[in-house]
């Protein structure tokens, strides 16, 4: 526990510093490093990011003898080198972007694959045929499937609090109790991206400037309320209270080790609730990891390629069946500097898991539950430790 009790403060401490250098005021901007924490944590005072450096490579050159078991010991080495490369960019150190996607992120990914996104492609086909969407182009039908199924903007909210409600049920009768945990669909402009899970007042933020569809309605419903978000931060708050998570638990750090796997949680939400049921279901779960892995590739092309955000938008935009304004607007947070290799951890956090759970017995689904909730991780250490 006193690794984590070092770790949460150090962090905490970092944020502190980073927050006083002066920006924009901007949504993401007031977010800080630290944009969620369900315990209190003193932070260090912190002179500067050198003194942060060698606390950090202090705690780093102790872990190995002290950490008490050898998932925590591997959580938090690379835990602690994803703030290190963190600091990197603060201090203006030269830092490429496929190391922050390395060290920062803890994934290997750089441009998803064709092979991959054909894939996608062929499943979406194959199900849109299922529905009677056949004739034209993928592109025409894909258009087709969604301007049915789009949700007029004046009922997104009430169709988010219905699918919501039934995201809680289900996530009660097959995984944790949450009958007593409510989040609320509320209306928010001028950010970018599409929803935003408020866990400290309980309200789920969504831009209702972006379409939703039915599917995407599901998708969010488990992946910011149940089981993802809101149910991963009310156990960890609950475990860290309890004493059984260390305190490091208790923080969202972003763009950092844990990153990929607070939003493969998420992501995994509605198969952790078998509600991939029907083949609509299955082309939206599809178009959401296509589109996902091309923003991958869009953030290659702005931070390695050098592309502008007016090149890269047409490109995902036909590659993944949206209009443009719709592309341009998911990648936006793409140049906010700390958030730039974020947008990995959707797609590699979704995959990374899904590999492991697919592969989880029925009759062991609680214990995995357990093993994932109750533990922080990266991609490797989930993997890598998980007893199958």
């Known amino acids: 526990m006193q690794l984590g009790l070092e770790l949460a403060r150090l962090t905490a401490g970092l944020d502190k510093l980073y927050r006083e250098v ?38 780093q050159s102790r872990i190995p003898t002290d950490a008490p078991t050898a ?21 203006n150190r030269q830092i490429s972007y496929a190391e922050r996607l390395r060290r920062q992120m803890r994934v290997d990914t750089q441009m998803v694959s064709d092979e991959i996104l054909d894939g ?13 969407y056949r004739g034209g182009s993928l592109a025409e039908d894909v258009a087709r499937f969604e301007r049915d199924s789009v949700v007029p903007a004046d009922k997104v909210l009430d169709t988010m609090a219905e699918y919501t409600r039934e995201a809680r049920r289900r996530t009660s009768e097959t995984m944790y109790l949450m009958n007593d945990e409510w989040i609320e669909p509320v209306r928010l402009d001028d950010v970018p991206f599409t929803a935003y899970c408020d866990y400290p007042e309980r309200k789920m933020r969504l831009n209702l400037a972006f379409p939703f569809t039915r599917s995407s309605i599901k998708h969010l419903a488990c992946h910011e309320a149940f089981p993802g978000h809101l149910v991963h931060l009310a156990l960890r708050q609950r475990y860290v209270a309890e004493g059984k998570m260390p305190l490091d638990g208790a923080q969202v750090v972003t763009s950092s080790a844990s990153s990929a796997m607070f939003e493969g949680i998420a992501d995994n939400g509605w198969f952790f609730l078998d509600w991939i049921n029907t083949p609509e279901d299955v082309v939206g779960m599809t178009l959401e990891r296509l589109r996902a892995a091309l923003r991958c590739n869009a953030a290659w092309m702005l931070h390695v390629e ?16 949206q209009d443009v304004a ?25 995959t990374s898991l899904h590999a492991v759970w697919e592969k989880v017995p029925r009759e062991r689904h609680k214990e995995f539950w357990q093993y994932l909730y109750g533990n922080m991780h990266t991609p490797s250490t989930l993997r890598d430790f998980w007893v199958a």
Not at 38 to 54: F, H, M, N, T
Not at 71 to 91: G, H, N, P, W
Not at 120 to 132: K, M, Q, S, V
Request: charged letters at 25%.
């Open 326 to 350: 719709t592309a341009a607007g998911r990648i936006a947070f793409l140049r906010h500097g700390l958030r730039a290799p974020f947008v990995y951890g959707y797609w590699c956090g979704d």
């Open 306 to 321: 050098g592309r502008s955000p007016e090149e890269v938008a047409p490109v995902i935009a036909a590659a993944g069946y």
């Open 22 to 59: 002066p920006r924009t005021g901007s949504f993401l901007d007031r977010e800080g490093l630290i944009p969620v924490a369900v315990a209190q944590v003193e932070p260090y005072l912190l002179k500067d990011y050198c003194e942060a450096r060698d606390r950090l490579e202090s705690l």
């Open 71 to 91: 998932l925590r010991q591997a959580y938090l080495l690379e835990m602690v080198d994803s703030l290190l490369a963190l600091l990197d960019t603060f201090e």
């Open 120 to 132: 996608y492609r062929a499943t979406i086909r194959g199900n849109l045929d299922e529905l009677g």
